[in-house]
Every structure is written in structure tokens, then in C-alpha cells.
């Protein structure tokens, strides 16, 4: 059975830093794109940062370029996101998904989530 689990995720100050990491396990870790996306109270979800299986490429929403970096060890089955000069409107859920399309069928992996809090 596939699992994705969260970490990383805390109360941090405004301009502070931290990095969140996504472990998987139950299936082929380095078939799948990983996202990383977030949900704060009332709002809809958002991807902030994409990362495709090897590696090679990344893509960031408009509103965290600069300050994210995702990146992943296929060797540890893991995806990370690095965060920084963090702000109060960065606060959310977490969360991590892998995605496969082949032809016509889509695999989904959700995790369940990790709480960043930005607060002095």
C-alpha cells in the first residue's frame, strides 16, 4: 500500500527558514513526479513547487520563487522542501503528492499533511 508521510513542519518566525520532507513508500518512488502544495484556512489549495523523477526539472508558483527550492533523493524515497525568508501568509498545511500518467491511467498519492505556523 502506497504512503506518503510529512515532516518538518513547526512555528517558525517570520524570516525564518525550515524544510519539510515527503517519505514514501509501497510503490516505485522514482516513477513518479512529486508536488508539493498547500492549504491555508479558507483558501484553496495551492502548488507552489513541482519536481519531475529525476530530478531534472522544477517549477514554481509565482508567489514562492526564490524563496522555495524542492528537491528529492530517489535513493531515500524522499522529497523535500526547502523554505525561506518564511511570512506570516506562508502559514498552511503542507502536503506532498505523487503523480504518475501512463496513457490514460493516473496514479495519486496523497500525504497527510504538515502544519507550518509563521509567528513572532
Known amino acids: 500500500q502506497a504512503h506518503l508521510v510529512e515532516s518538518g513542519g513547526g512555528l517558525v518566525q517570520p524570516g525564518g527558514s525550515l524544510t519539510l520532507s515527503c517519505t514514501a513508500s509501497?510503490?516505485?518512488?522514482?516513477?513518479?513526479?512529486m508536488y508539493w502544495y498547500r492549504q491555508a484556512p479558507g483558501k484553496e489549495r495551492e502548488l507552489v513547487a513541482t519536481?519531475?523523477?529525476?530530478?531534472?526539472?522544477?517549477v514554481y508558483a509565482d508567489s514562492v520563487k526564490g524563496r522555495f527550492t524542492i528537491s528529492r533523493d530517489n535513493a531515500k524515497n524522499t522529497v523535500y522542501l526547502q523554505i525561506s525568508s518564511l511570512k506570516p501568509e506562508d502559514a498552511a498545511v503542507f502536503s506532498c503528492?505523487?503523480?504518475?500518467?501512463?496513457?490514460?491511467?493516473?496514479?495519486?498519492?496523497w500525504g497527510q499533511g504538515t502544519q507550518v505556523t509563521v509567528s513572532s
Open positions: 519536481i519531475t523523477r529525476y530530478g531534472g526539472n522544477t
Open positions: 503528492q505523487a503523480r504518475r500518467v501512463v496513457g490514460q491511467e493516473a496514479n495519486t498519492y
Open positions: 509501497g510503490f516505485t518512488f522514482e516513477n513518479y513526479n
